[in-house]
């Protein structure tokens, strides 16, 4: 650490024979030539004058630097550390549930892994990450949602809709807004993830979502540049692999007798006309468990969320996932896949079969069932019991506008009939389906209501 007069204080990344390379902190604008400038002994991690974006709270507090708002005893944790040992961790076996019926049946999350969100400006990704804190009320998960360069006026009315549907409760927001200098920007996603760690290791889980690493790399790159550092692909810095990879390996599940706490990553990407080969999505694709691909072409036709089944995967988050939700989705991505082929020979005017027609029927409903608008959640149970009937056809005899009404029905049936609260408390006790014959019955009493 270096300090400057006025409480201006710097951290050098670039030492060289015959001069220092720093970048400041803060109050950068009242530095002038000929000021003296004093080592301070002390590293970057332990200083007071950072304590602003380092300091962690206990569970009961909040915690918005975007507003201002401290409560609880502060404390100072280093901004860099070393990632968890194999040995520490734990195996990933506690799903992370998002609400999203495509993420939790087709790419479901563990507690624990780190998902990349990819895809063009303006196709839902933030809206995926934020709707997955949202579903987290009541799941015990402490929420911390990072945002990098956004519009000050984005993260205030981010804020407000937390407030509503009451994630601030188990929310900390940190924003490193687009007016604020590169370093800000730099170290928000370690001050986040530093945060997060203090909870992990309380035996506490924690989501965090890191909005977005594009903008990341785009100001560390900048800093690199001035420090006039060597340029390599994209004028990006030789490093910029590792500073993601090290940020990502902090995210993890560790061990029982550390406690069984996680941190679960939602990095996010921008791509730019859905290229997934270019520098940055391509280093962060390699450091990941899987990515949730966003496609331009399904958002702009009504599919939302505009997930791509075929690119979208999970490397880990399958043995996490319910057991029931594993057994009735297992047809689930054939289907969309075998519709997606024959749409294509519907659109040159080929006939097709019966059998044909009935799977592209199907897979027009699955399409339908998939869709939901934004912040409408669903329970898992919910998802379970609706994916379920129309794997095993009892959506067949429906109009496609009737699928909603049955999934509609179902959900009601669930939480108000006697039958459907004994199939739901069985599916959350013990993550398996019901018998065959108790389901279907249910699934016939309720489709008489449509």
Known sequence: MLEFPHTT???HLQPREHHVSVILLSDADRI??????????AHFEDSHPVRAITQTYHRSAQYSAWQGEEIGQPEVSSVEQKAQ?????????ASLETG???IDALVPIGRGQRELIIG????GKTTLAIDTIINQRGKDVICIYVAIGQKESSVTALVELFKKRQAMDYTIVIAAGASKEGTLLYLAPFAGVTMGEYFMKQGKDVLIVYDDLSKHAVAYRELSLLLRRPPGREAYPGDVFYLHSRLLERSARLNDKLGGGSITALPIIETKAGDISAYIPTNVISITDGQIFLASELFYSGIRPAINAGLSVSRVG??????????????????LANYRELEAFVQFGSDLDPAAKKRLERGRKTVELLKQDVHELTAMPTQIISVYALAEGHMDDLELEQVKALEKEIDQGLDMNETGKTIRKQLQDTKKLPEKEVLDAFIRELKRMI
Do not use: P, S
Request: aromatic content about 2%.
């Open 318 to 335: 399958g043995a996490a996932q319910w057991k029931a939700m594993k057994k009735v989705a297992g047809t689930l991505r054939i289907n």
């Open 120 to 123: 063009d400006r303006q196709t």
């Open 100 to 102: 999203i019926k495509v």
């Open 9 to 11: 204080c710097g951290t």
């Open 32 to 41: 002038k030539e000929g000021d003296l400038i004093k080592t301070t002994g």
């Open 85 to 93: 040992g194999v040995m520490q961790r734990g195996a990933i076996n």
